[in-house]
């Protein structure tokens, strides 16, 4: 059976002779929001950046849509409909707002146009001809998940949306990324916020040191704190 | 300090360089009883443009890859022979202005695909040491089909004599090269700035993995960029034929100059490439009036005062040198 929009079997990626990820597998339904967990260092960035071929894996495989996808480029993986809201965010930082979104149009077809993300983030439409250095995280956390959708991904690849902004921002982040999950976008959300990315979540897996610790139900996971708390440590319990 | 900025300011701040030059030098025309000092400010501000547009394809290649080609000279060079072969047979000498710089084009884009690109993730000194090895090559059979002296080259009869422009008189040549490298320079700031694909070159000097993750292949903007680097260096080798010479060497003779051009304006800025070139031809001319002996030397004695001023050239980045 593959249904799975995301299959990753034994992924096994290093840095120079430091093994990274060791036998990580992990998939992404159609639609379904997947919330990779943990400490920092644990190897979550290097997950996604493996799975969109930015560093690419010594072994394993990685499938998407049931295509054999690891060793490619990543403007092809990328092309096949993988978003990527990199850390950090990434912007143009000297380039207009709506420079940065015409970057991704890439010809993948599909409701997203950048109209139409305009239309749906309409902070943006506002900020059209500013600087991307000179947006507020916010605005930039928000341009860099508009950015993603203008090439029409399938699976969206987020990674620490909530990095340095304050609640209210970060509420308003996760209202986009629970809106895109309305809109069957399927999304790998990292995050060092356990509890937040639980939220929004149907399915967890949380990294610890290479290896996954944990896999299954977001809600099992949040309704659980103690094992939260053994799993991610104490400071990263918030919310 | 303002820092160079990509972008529609470019074009901006190009058209207001190009009218305070422009006012600048035509005050400074009309002022001197001097012919003599009129004659060499023109002959600098020719010169001054072909540096610019030499930096400035060597700004193109090291902004975005790293690589800083020293082969860059030999491809002007190359450019310039393919010119003489053609116009030596007949052709016209307007089809080979085009033709030559599109076959030295064809050549760089397959040195770039199969000897550089390897090394683009290398550390910079390797695709230095290799372009450098290049040049020596190319040097070598350049010396072995066109022999060691130089070759005539002549502009052709349309464009010898003189032209009036009320004040004085230009030589037509060298106002036709002002003009054919005022437009390229003009040319490549609308193309980054506003066509698709300049969007993405300037995007992936920044951040060219990002660009990669957003769909855009990378390669295909590495290649384009080195063509286009050429691309200027072939039209200005043709053009520096007919006007300095061509010999086995003439292109690296240029070529030094534009590294001191790409130093002063600062690394990593077009702008301070175009800048830094025309600073750079009227230091050397205004030297050759008055202190003959010290016309070579007066660019690194420009270098030299600006570094000092300000380490990172005119226009460049923060951090690149300090
Ligand atoms: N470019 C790199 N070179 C070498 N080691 C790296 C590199 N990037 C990350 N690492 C190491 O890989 C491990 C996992 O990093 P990362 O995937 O960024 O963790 P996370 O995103 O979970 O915080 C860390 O120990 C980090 O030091
Ligand atoms: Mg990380």
Redesign the interface.
């Known amino acids: 059976m593959s249904s799975a929009l995301l299959e990753v079997e034994n992924l096994n990626t290093n840095y120079g002779k430091i093994s990274i990820l060791r036998d990580v597998s992990l998939t992404v339904g159609a639609g379904e929001v997947v919330a990779l967990l943990g400490l920092n260092g644990a190897g979550k960035t290097t997950t996604l950046r493996s799975i969109?071929g930015?560093t690419p894996p010594r072994s394993g495989s990685i499938r998407f849509e049931g295509q054999e996808v690891a060793g490619r480029?990543?403007?092809q993986i990328?092309?096949l409909g993988v978003g990527?809201v990199?850390e950090g965010r990434?912007m143009?930082?000297?380039?207009?707002t709506i420079?940065n979104l015409?970057?991704?149009?890439?010809?993948?077809a599909g409701e997203w146009t950048i109209a139409r993300v305009l239309e749906h983030l309409p902070k943006l439409a506002e900020l059209r001809n500013r600087k991307a250095g000179r947006l507020s995280g916010g605005e930039q956390e928000m341009l860099a998940i508009g950015?993603?959708l203008v090439?029409n991904p399938r699976l969206l690849l987020v990674d620490e949306p909530s990095q340095g902004l304050g609640p209210l921002i970060v509420e308003e982040v996760y209202k986009i990324l629970g809106e895109l999950k309305a809109h069957g976008v399927a999304i790998l959300l990292v995050e060092q916020n356990a509890l937040l990315a639980l939220k929004i979540a149907d399915r967890a897996y949380v990294l610890d040191c290479c290896k996954l610790v944990y896999s299954g139900s977001a809600a099992d996971l949040r309704a659980d704190r103690e094992r939260v708390r053994t799993l991610m440590g104490l400071t990263e319990v918030t919310v | 300090m303002q820092t160079a900025r990509p972008g529609s300011t470019i074009a901006l701040r190009l058209a207001a360089i190009v009218v305070g030059l422009g006012a600048l030098l035509a005050i400074v025309f009309l002022l001197s009883k001097n012919g003599q000092v009129s004659t060499q400010l023109f002959n600098g501000l020719v010169l001054g443009a072909f540096y610019a547009i030499v930096a400035l394809g060597l700004s193109l290649i090291m902004n975005l890859t790293g690589t800083i080609n020293m082969a860059h000279g030999s491809f002007m060079t190359l450019s310039g022979y393919l010119a003489f072969a053609m116009v030596s047979r007949g052709t016209n000498f307007w089809f080979a202005l085009i033709v030559a710089p599109l076959m030295t084009v064809i050549v760089g884009v397959l040195v770039e695909r199969t000897l550089i690109r390897p090394l683009y993730q290398k550390e910079p000194i390797y695709s230095l040491l290799l372009t450098f090895g290049l040049s020596l090559m190319a040097e070598e059979i350049y010396h072995i089909i066109w022999g060691a002296n130089g070759v005539p080259f002549s502009p052709p009869p349309s464009l010898a004599g003189t032209v009036g422009l009320g004040f004085m008189s230009f030589p037509a040549f060298r106002l036709f090269i002002a003009l054919v490298l005022l437009l390229m320079i003009a040319a490549i700031a609308l193309f980054l700035t506003r066509t698709r694909f300049g969007l993405r070159l300037r995007a992936a000097v920044q951040d060219s993995e990002m660009i990669a993750a957003l769909g855009t292949n990378t390669q295909v903007l590495y290649m384009v960029n080195f063509a286009l680097g050429i691309f200027l260096a072939g039209v200005a080798g043709v053009l520096a034929a007919g006007l300095l010479g061509l010999n086995p060497t003439s292109g690296n003779t240029l070529l030094m100059p534009a590294f001191v051009t790409v130093i002063i304006g600062g690394m990593g800025s077009l702008f301070g490439s175009i800048v830094g070139g025309v600073l750079v031809g009227l230091a050397t001319s205004l030297t050759t009036l008055w202190i003959p002996a010290a016309s070579e030397v007066a660019m690194y004695a420009l270098m030299a005062i600006v570094l000092t001023i300000r380490p990172r050239g005119l226009f460049g980045e923060e951090g690149l040198f300090g």
């Open positions: 969109l930015l480029a990543p403007y990328a092309r990527y990199p990434r143009f930082k000297d380039l207009t420079e015409q970057l991704a149009e890439n010809g993948r950015r993603a090439s």
